[in-house]
């Protein structure tokens, strides 16, 4: 009986290894990731769009919206163009908030009210709740949106042009057993 040579089957292993995952890899670049990101910049409301993240059960997006953008449509539109893309994977779409100390203390003061709406699923209670938080602020407004999965909070400074993004995931109710 022959003895196998050792170093030609390690040289065989490590180039297999090599094109099995590198064209693995090169496949989620070119045909997965980079056409994605170029959708999702063409996308209103989007000034920029970071590199999606592919993992084994989820792909995440995070996206810098331009000034005037709805975070409502534009949340909705990311997750739909995402899932295109996503071949069953969990889609997570993070939107990008720019520090600004003041509007995190707005936020940090609305909380506790909006954490109760949350829980109690009184989600009209909200707008007047953040409405509440940003009276007597000058330069700032708020909007609050909901669809049938989220309610997406944006708290604008007008003065110093940056804005919070919050969205919120709805549980929907469900019916118990008598």
Known sequence: ??????????????????????GFALYKQMVVAAPLADKLEEMNGVAEASKPEIGQKELKVKLKLSADASLRETYGNAVKQTAGFAGGKK???????VPNEQLEQ?????????????????????????????????????????????VYITIRSEQEGTAKYVVLPRTPNTMEVW
Do not use: C, H
Not at 1 to 22: N, Q, S
């Open 1 to 22: 009986m022959r003895k196998p040579r050792v170093l030609p089957l390690a040289i065989t292993v490590v180039v297999t290894a090599v094109l099995l995952f590198g």
């Open 91 to 97: 889609v997570m779409v993070q939107v990008e908030n």
């Open 106 to 150: 707005l936020w940090y003061g609305a909380m506790f009210e909006i954490a109760e709406a949350m829980e109690t699923k009184a989600y009209s209670t909200i707008p007047a709740a953040m409405e509440k938080a940003v009276a007597g602020v000058d330069g700032v407004t708020t909007v609050t949106e909901m669809d049938e999965n989220n």
